[in-house]
């Protein structure tokens, strides 16, 4: 016999659904555990609105592009032919590192480690990269980096290791920043040696001074619940590291053919040569006229034609600009051609372009361990870092490449595309060489190409080479304000930022 259920127990039934669903916001899906109680184990669960923008930083929307120079290779070098791959989204420096970024560097550095003058003179630029000869180039030597005539142009004498370290270094005082700011800390302003706070330190509760009240700790077994815990990776406060962008980024978010984009439509509508549309160097035509006809680069227009002549200089720069100069490209970035070269992650190999993965493609990768002590704690160096070892063999049995002992070959992928290189027998490239683009102040226009690549030992540097930073994007490929699209809106707080930034130009 069938027997329906009266209206009003329905509506009984109904209501305590209802009430359910309401105290089961903060369940788990899949076991219906409370989340943030003590009570119910103490998992954590919060709401998150996606990552936050870094300090002069740009997002970068990831997607598809044909890597390389599409037009003649000029220097027939066969180097760089055209390979479509796939980017994934990522934040960039709006401008190169300037001077004025790179003296607070130097400034923490000797603070931070007094007893260790080697560490501070390896963190110095090599100013004598601007002598020459047959040239005189002096002034250049003793007042370029320091003199606050130039403290807004391009740091450069960086090598690509020194570039690495300031990657590291900005990455650590953003995250005490961050720390600092919401009060987990104290900012270690006079720490020094291993009192240094670095990201991975604190993450793993291997940094101890300056801690302040924590989060709140729903775990039934915390120590001392009023006190609270460190900030964890999975509570989203700090930020990825900084780092140096691969060379398939910076050639992506040089070219910015976001612009070129048909609205609507998965389709661009022309490949550029330039970060900028066209095959000149000087601005078309535009709305302002007083742009059109105005240099889009700081580049050599031909030997001995740094700038052009008195009374119409056409770049207004002999040597280096100042970082804001010149149109930024459609993703709001500034001199992607031109005033320097820019260092990137990868090892520089001829053969890059035929056997690179065509996801995120990097040559360059180090496999590393932490080095643990008998309680499996990270073990620290003198410099307050986590302390990093090779991956031994037994270790890489997953892997594709490795020989006994330690690790070797995964740095330049030689193994996997079966080439040799004898340095400095049949070859000038060695497992040091790196890769940079851009062009710069005395290169010609050719250079200017996102194409175009050059490498330079990792030690080395020259009076043509900065850099800019780099970051991740987690989670979705899109900014937080948007679900979709081409939306590169900036939070109010980062545009006041990047206007201070810039107003730095007219001390």
Same mark, same amino acid.
């Given at each position: 016999?069938?027997?329906?259920?009266?209206?009003?127990?329905?509506?009984?039934?109904?209501?305590?659904?209802?009430?359910?669903?309401?105290?089961?916001?903060?369940?788990?899906?899949?076991?219906?555990?409370?989340?943030?109680?003590?009570? =119910?184990?103490?998992?954590?669960?919060?709401?998150?609105?996606?990552?936050?923008?870094g300090?002069?930083?740009v997002?970068? %929307?990831?997607?598809?592009?044909?890597?390389g120079?599409?037009?003649? $290779?000029v220097?027939?070098?066969?180097?760089?032919?055209?390979?479509?791959?796939t980017?994934?989204?990522?934040?960039? +420096?709006?401008?190169?590192?300037?001077?004025?970024?790179?003296?607070?560097?130097?400034?923490?550095?000797?603070?931070? #480690?007094?007893?260790?003058?080697?560490?501070?003179?390896?963190?110095?630029?090599?100013? /004598?990269? =601007?002598?020459?000869?047959?040239?005189?180039?002096?002034?250049?030597?003793?007042?370029?980096?320091?003199?606050?005539?130039?403290?807004?142009?391009?740091?450069?004498?960086?090598?690509?290791?020194?570039?690495t370290?300031?990657?590291?270094?900005r990455?650590?005082?953003?995250?005490?920043?961050?720390?600092?700011?919401?009060?987990?800390?104290?900012?270690n302003?006079?720490?020094?040696?291993?009192?240094?706070?670095?990201?991975?330190?604190?993450?793993?509760?291997?940094?101890?001074?300056g801690?302040?009240?924590g989060?709140?700790?729903?775990?039934?077994?915390?120590?001392?619940?009023?006190?609270?815990?460190?900030?964890?990776?999975?509570?989203?406060?700090?930020?990825? +590291?900084?780092?140096?962008?691969?060379?398939?980024?910076?050639?992506?978010?040089?070219?910015?053919?976001?612009?070129?984009?048909?609205?609507?439509?998965?389709?661009?509508? $022309?490949?550029?040569?330039?970060?900028w549309d066209?095959? !000149?160097?000087?601005?078309p035509?535009?709305?302002?006229?007083?742009?059109?006809g105005?240099? /889009?680069?700081?580049y050599k227009?031909?030997?001995?034609?740094?700038?052009?002549?008195?009374?119409?200089?056409n770049d207004?720069?002999?040597?280096?600009?100042?970082?804001?100069?010149?149109?930024?490209?459609?993703y709001?970035?500034?001199?992607?051609?031109?005033?320097?070269?820019?260092?990137?992650?990868?090892?520089?190999?001829?053969?890059?372009? #035929?056997?690179?993965e065509?996801?995120?493609?990097?040559?360059?990768?180090e496999?590393?361990?932490?080095d643990?002590?008998?309680?499996?704690?990270?073990?620290? +160096?003198?410099?307050?870092?986590i302390?990093?070892?090779?991956?031994?063999?037994?270790?890489?049995?997953?892997?594709?490449?490795?020989k006994?002992?330690?690790?070797?070959?995964?740095?330049?992928?030689?193994?996997?595309?079966?080439?040799?290189? $004898?340095?400095?027998?049949?070859?000038?490239?060695?497992?040091?060489?790196?890769?940079?683009?851009?062009?710069?102040?005395?290169?010609?226009?050719?250079w200017?190409?996102?194409?175009?690549?050059?490498? /330079?030992?990792? +030690?080395? !540097?020259?009076c043509?080479?900065? #850099?800019?930073?780099?970051m991740?994007?987690?989670?979705?490929?899109v900014?937080?304000?948007?679900?979709?699209?081409?939306?590169?809106?900036?939070?109010?707080? %980062?545009?006041?930022?990047?206007?201070?930034?810039?107003?730095?130009?007219? #001390?």
């Open positions: 016999m069938k027997r329906n259920l009266h209206p009003v127990m329905l509506l009984a039934i109904a209501v305590l659904v209802v009430s359910f669903s309401a105290s089961c916001k903060k369940r788990s899906s899949v076991t219906n555990f409370k989340y943030n109680d003590t009570k =119910w184990g103490g998992f954590e669960a919060h709401k998150y609105d996606g990552q936050a923008t300090p002069n930083l997002l970068v %929307q990831g997607g598809t592009v044909t890597q120079v599409t037009e003649q $290779d220097t027939f070098e066969y180097n760089n032919i055209p390979r479509r791959v980017v994934s989204s990522f934040y960039m +420096d709006e401008t190169e590192i300037s001077n004025l970024h790179y003296r607070e560097y130097v400034y923490w550095v000797t603070k931070q #480690f007094p007893d260790f003058p080697e560490v501070i003179k390896n963190s110095l630029p090599d100013t /004598l990269v =601007w002598r020459e000869e047959l040239a005189f180039n002096e002034p250049y030597v003793q007042y370029y980096f320091r003199h606050p005539s130039y403290q807004n142009y391009p740091v450069v004498g960086v090598s690509w290791l020194q570039s370290e300031f990657c590291k270094w990455g650590d005082r953003v995250n005490e920043m961050i720390l600092a700011e919401n009060k987990y800390i104290t900012p302003t006079m720490g020094t040696g291993e009192d240094n706070f670095t990201s991975e330190t604190y993450l793993s509760q291997q940094y101890t001074t801690i302040k009240k989060k709140k700790d729903y775990s039934p077994y915390a120590a001392d619940p009023k006190m609270g815990r460190y900030v964890r990776m999975e509570d989203g406060v700090l930020l990825p +590291d900084y780092r140096l962008p691969t060379e398939a980024e910076w050639e992506f978010a040089a070219l910015g053919l976001v612009g070129n984009r048909v609205t609507g439509n998965e389709m661009i509508t $022309d490949r550029r040569i330039y970060p066209g095959t !000149s160097l000087r601005e035509s535009s709305k302002e006229k007083w742009a059109q105005k240099m /889009l680069a700081n227009r031909g030997r001995g034609d740094y700038a052009g002549i008195a009374g119409k200089l207004n720069s002999i040597i280096t600009a100042p970082v804001y100069s010149f149109m930024p490209n459609d709001g970035l500034y001199n992607m051609a031109g005033n320097v070269n820019e260092w990137v992650a990868d090892v520089y190999r001829p053969n890059t372009y #035929f056997d690179m065509d996801l995120n493609p990097y040559r360059g990768n496999y590393q361990v932490r643990l002590d008998e309680d499996n704690y990270p073990l620290l +160096d003198s410099l307050g870092r302390r990093y070892r090779p991956v031994k063999d037994e270790e890489a049995v997953n892997r594709r490449n490795y006994k002992g330690y690790v070797v070959d995964y740095l330049d992928g030689d193994s996997t595309s079966y080439v040799t290189y $004898d340095y400095g027998k049949t070859t000038l490239v060695s497992d040091n060489a790196r890769v940079y683009k851009g062009g710069s102040w005395a290169d010609e226009a050719f200017c190409s996102p194409g175009s690549r050059r490498y /330079l030992e990792e +030690d080395k !540097s020259t043509t080479i900065g #850099f800019r930073c780099c991740i994007r987690l989670g979705g490929d900014d937080n304000e948007t679900k979709g699209g081409n939306n590169f809106k900036k939070t109010k707080k %980062q545009q006041k930022m990047n206007k201070t930034n810039r107003n730095m130009n007219k #001390f």
